[in-house]
């Protein structure tokens, strides 16, 4: 995302660098032979500058986009697995609970004798 980032800035420089080209035409040239051992005027220099940083930011676009549908793909099962695992501890818990509470009422029966006898069904 980083890389991403750089590379629009530099696209950005890119477009208003060709627009102030344009907008100057060729009234701004001094004359002056460039260094380079392009033939190229700056504007065909900057319209390539632009180019290639438009090209890389589209490519950078392109992975995260993938990356993106990747996680997006994967994301229900990431939710999906934790949600199982809780679903059965949970349910462990229910039958320690269950196990817990039957012989509680189990020695509450014995311990009350014929009182409890009956209520024993409603616990």
Known sequence: VR?????????????RDVAWLRKEGNSSRS???????????PLE?????????????AELD????MRLME??????DDVRRPWGAVTQLQAGLYLAQQA?????????????GDSLAGASSSL
């Open 71 to 76: 996680l997006q793909e994967s994301s229900v």
């Open 31 to 41: 004359g002056l032979c460039t260094l380079s051992l392009r033939q190229s005027g």
């Open 3 to 15: 890389n991403r980032k750089r590379w629009s800035l530099v696209a950005a420089a890119g477009r």
């Open 62 to 65: 392109t992975a995260i986009l």
């Open 100 to 112: 817990t509470w039957a012989t509680l009422e189990e020695a509450l029966v014995e311990f009350a």
């Open 45 to 57: 220099e900057a319209e390539s500058r632009l180019k290639e940083a438009s090209a890389k930011v």
